[in-house]
């Protein structure tokens, strides 16, 4: 089997920044003909969300019936440089991500490389014993009772220090963050949202495949689909148009006087080679909202692979909760279907929206750590500006 590629850990730091924010659309922004009432509309949303939120900067992209109809950038995605952000520009994906792995694990099923419904452990032996079968299905749905973050997950204290900084040369090196610790509820029998029950889907699918996630996710997902634009996070690689990350120093104000750096910092540092699966991913709006075209329906993912996506899944006392494979599947205040799915981690907020009836996909990425906070109400409110034209 070949060495999963991991990325090395750099040392621990803040570098912060005070800044003037200025959520200005970039010059080169794309309006389709007929669309530029609802494309300003939208830009007026975001602006007031910057603004409240001091954003630096965001993107955003919106597509309809498979047509690029907006694409724009606000501010600045380096403000010590004042570069402004384009329609090029690179967000961490945070956990949109895992819709990138939900794909991989349900494309993967259907050649028969893996079992959704198959003991976990009849691939990657390594994981222990828990009593109870967990399957990728139930890791997919964030129904098999794998941990999220804790606080001993953030403790300085801990052997190479808190995860976001370590080392992870192997498959063991992420798997003793969490494997070992108890099941948060019986697996399928509770909701409980899991990055790191993404990561074993990544551990999974490299152990019975031979290959590294990225590679599969590149050979299976990103080339056939032309999502060159969509790359690994990878904090020591060079990639370009990358923005740079910020936080609201209220974060930290146990730490750092604001009247010191102003409202925003620079975001500590982040190694996700732990979570490529669940959080590890970064791209273009465009990029982002091309890939939630391919949700929209059928098409570049064959009738039942979409359908075995977009199912939402059982809990073993038979309620259905809002989850398929990785997507959210939901209405809105006005009663229509969406997919969705959100991200947030420092540098970085995110979201991805497809109303599948309408004809309508709205991306949208930032480069400041879990602002806006209702990602979903303003994706909505820029997807309202384009349905029904």
Known sequence: ????????????????????????????????PSFETGAAAAGDAIAAAM???????????????????????????????????????????????????????????????????????????????????????QLLGHIAGIRHYTAKDFDFAQAGGIIDTRLYPDAASILAIFANDPLVS????????????????????????????????????????????????????????????????SRYEQILNPANYGPVVNAPPLNSAYKIAGGGLAGDAEAVAAFGELHRAPGFLAAPLWQEIFTPQKLTNGETISHGLGWRIEEDANGRRIFQHSGSQQGARAHLLVYPDDGVVVAFLTNMGGLPADSAALAQAIGEQFLGR
Not at 22 to 32: I, M, N
Not at 73 to 100: H, I, M, Q
Not at 199 to 228: H, I, N, Q, W, Y
């Open 186 to 249: 019986p697996p399928g029998a509770e909701y409980h949202y899991s990055t790191f029950g993404y990561s074993l889907v990544s551990l999974v699918l490299e152990a019975a495949s031979g290959k590294s996630f990225t590679e599969l996710l590149d050979e299976k997902l990103l080339r056939p689909a032309g999502l060159a634009d969509i790359v690994v996070d990878d904090s020591f690689a060079l990639i370009k148009d990358r923005a740079e990350f910020y936080d609201p120093a």
């Open 51 to 137: 603004a409240a939120d001091q954003i630096p900067a965001l993107s955003v992209a919106v597509m309809k019936d498979g047509v690029l109809v907006w694409s724009a950038a606000f501010g600045d995605s380096d403000l010590e440089n004042a570069t402004p952000a384009t329609r090029d520009t690179k967000y961490r994906l945070a956990s949109v991500s895992k819709l990138f792995a939900a794909d991989l694990a349900a494309m993967m099923a259907a050649e028969g490389v893996v079992d959704l419904d198959a003991d976990i452990r009849t691939y990657l032996p390594a994981f222990p014993d828990k009593g109870a079968k967990i399957t990728l299905r």
């Open 1 to 32: 089997m070949n060495t999963p590629f991991r990325f090395l850990a750099g040392a621990v730091a803040l570098a912060l920044a005070s800044c003037a924010l200025a959520p200005e659309p970039a010059s080169g922004d794309l309006v389709a």
